[in-house]
């Protein structure tokens, strides 16, 4: 199993109907003690490093968890080339499963040509965004992007990969669909993985799947209530609010 643990869900059903459901969890609840004795250097080295999934985002919000608590005020050139490498990081993590886990639904091979064009084009852009510099260090630094000509390039590439492989045209043209006809309309005309993938799910009959199910929205917690919450090992393993799940 890996670290990062699981959810194993379980759906009791009754003629035809779900009757009860059962959330098991194998969440590491236990996970942030390792950092107990550990100096903030080592935090830092470690956490991005602790799961395979979105390491970019954990180490940003280590980083301004540290900085929060010892009153350290980064540089917003800092600030913004941290989240120009997690937004990066987010790209690449929903392609991973549009491009190598979508096609299986679909009874395809994974397009693991595109995957691998991105994971090369995030290394350069990491590169030309931090000149080797680690962001994520409270003493880092890395200033402004110096050479916008290569970020302008690697952003160009980026679009033609989605165009090409996901959207089947241009990102800018993807975002004006601003109708369910104009959606419908795309995905009778996209022969790419994103069009295909919807078009299996229009044609399964799931495209009203969860339109009316209710959902209660956690409210606005105070952070020092946050912060004993999280004292709780239970709470870390199933978090509820008022006995309820949010």
């Not at 903030?40 to 490093?49: A, D, F, S, Y």
């Not at 180490?59 to 005020?73: S, V």
């Not at 590439?157 to 419908?184: G, H, R, T, Y």
């Not at 009778?188 to 009203?208: E, H, I, L, T």
Request: glycine fraction near 8%; include cysteine; proline fraction near 5%.
């Amino acid at each position: 199993m890996s670290i990062e643990g699981k959810l194993k869900i379980t759906l009791d059903t009754d003629s035809g109907c779900i009757s009860h459901v059962h959330i098991d969890s194998s969440r590491p609840v236990y996970a942030a003690r390792m950092f107990q004795g550990k100096t903030i250097g080592e935090v830092q080295k470690t956490l991005p490093l602790l799961f395979s999934i979105c390491g970019t985002a954990q180490a940003c919000a280590g980083a301004k968890a540290i900085e929060q608590a010892r009153g350290i005020n980064v540089q917003a050139s800092t600030r913004a080339v941290r989240a120009s490498l997690v937004h990066m990081e987010t790209l690449r993590e929903h392609l991973w499963r549009i491009l190598l886990d979508w096609p299986a639904f679909l009874g395809e091979l994974p397009e693991k040509g595109g995957m691998a064009n991105l994971i090369s084009l995030q290394s350069e852009f990491r590169q030309a965004m931090t000149k080797g510099t680690n962001p994520f260090l409270d003493s880092a630094d890395p200033g402004d992007p110096g050479n916008l000509e290569l970020l302008e390039d690697i952003s160009s590439k980026i679009d033609l990969l989605l165009e090409q492989q996901v959207l089947n045209m241009s990102p800018l043209d993807w975002l004006s669909i601003d109708s369910l006809q104009a959606f419908d309309d795309w995905v009778g005309s996209s022969n790419n993985v994103a069009g295909r993938m919807f078009d299996f799910v229009q044609g399964s009959g799931w495209s009203g799947i969860g339109t009316t199910s209710e959902v209660n929205p956690l409210p606005f917690l105070p952070e020092a209530r946050i912060h004993q919450l999280m004292q709780n090992d239970e709470f870390a393993a199933r978090p509820q609010w008022l006995s309820q799940c949010c």
